[in-house]
């Protein structure tokens, strides 16, 4: 049976509590069941997951075996039924309305091609003073209270969609997939080893190259659960420095990186200048910025 909406949770060794969180949100919403599917998707776990799902008629348990968030939201896409499709990640606590709101928002904009809201975080223990700048890159935002729409015009839009909580509308999706799938060519995104992302950044940016649009609406809301350990010194070093990285080869595959390959033995030359450009001695926020640029220069080098 056709759903109207297909909601998907890649995941890979949940921690099972806020996995049980995450699920719990779903089946407090305010859309009754029989208009969505839920299909949690394993991603290569070390030991199968286990969820109860029996409070839902329509969910299942996917496996995926290839390592990373790419491929596992690849899954999703290939057994979802739904015309809209919601990523939900395993840290996700979405508004008891976020489905109902979901689905109207994509029947009252049909050139709607990918879609999302304000995602509030949840500390596990108080977060340092330190971290705030760094919020986006844990997936955090409030853009405000006023809806925001971009298209195509050869830049990332600031408000487009974050992957926590993105819906998609299915059609939308061709060319990415076809890409994907065939060419090899999506951005890998995260794996258990690695930080870096983009793939939801190349989701957006070839929905918006395909002619769709890209939006930012204040009533889809959700928390995002952060345990302390993502707010370490060294993870959000890590995190920031990974994903400067990965953000130039989205925009290199999308050709609209606006800076030149720099030869790779200038690299080391060009932290050391950035060490002393922005004071990385200065305290942490500096010494994460710096951490950054040194992954915008790897990522400059590599393309």
């Not at 995450?22 to 407090?28: E, F, S, V, Y």
């Not at 599917?37 to 075996?65: G, K, M």
């Not at 939201?73 to 979802?80: C, T």
């Not at 995260?190 to 002619?211: F, K, M, P």
Request: net charge positive.
């Amino acid at each position: 049976m056709s759903k109207l909406i297909s909601v998907i949770i890649p995941s890979f060794n949940p921690d099972r509590g806020r996995l049980s969180e995450t699920l719990n949100g779903l089946r407090l919403q305010s859309l009754e069941c029989s208009q969505w599917e839920l299909i949690l998707i394993d991603n290569n776990s070390t030991l199968p997951i286990e969820a109860d799902l029996t409070w839902h008629p329509h969910a299942r348990i996917v496996s995926e075996n290839r390592q990373g968030l790419t491929y596992a939201r690849l899954k999703g896409f290939e057994v979802a039924g739904g015309d809209i499709i919601i990523m939900v990640d395993d840290d996700n606590i979405l508004d008891k309305d976020y489905l109902q709101n979901m689905s109207a928002l994509f029947a009252a904009n049909p050139r709607l091609g990918t879609a999302g809201g304000k995602l509030a975080p949840r500390f596990a223990s108080q977060p340092p003073q330190w971290l705030r700048p760094f919020y986006g890159n844990l997936a955090l935002r409030d853009l405000g209270e006023t809806v925001l729409l971009a298209e195509w015009d050869n830049t990332y839009p600031a408000n487009a969609a974050v992957g926590a909580g993105m819906g998609i509308r299915r059609i939308a999706l061709i060319e990415y997939r076809a890409d994907a799938t065939n060419s090899h060519a999506a951005i890998a995104d995260r794996t258990a080893g690695q930080l870096s992302s983009g793939g939801d950044n190349d989701i957006v940016l070839a929905t918006l190259r395909a002619g769709w649009q890209t939006g930012y609406f204040p009533q889809l809301r959700l928390t995002h659960i952060i345990p302390a350990e993502r707010t370490q010194f060294a993870y959000i070093c890590r995190l920031v420095n990974n994903t400067s990285k990965s953000w130039i080869q989205v925009l290199n595959k999308h050709n609209i990186n606006p800076w030149a390959k720099i030869p790779a033995w200038t690299v080391p030359l060009r932290k050391a200048k950035a060490w002393v450009t922005l004071r990385a001695w200065a305290g942490k926020v500096n010494y994460i910025k710096w951490k950054g640029a040194c992954g915008q220069f790897d990522g400059l080098a590599s393309i």
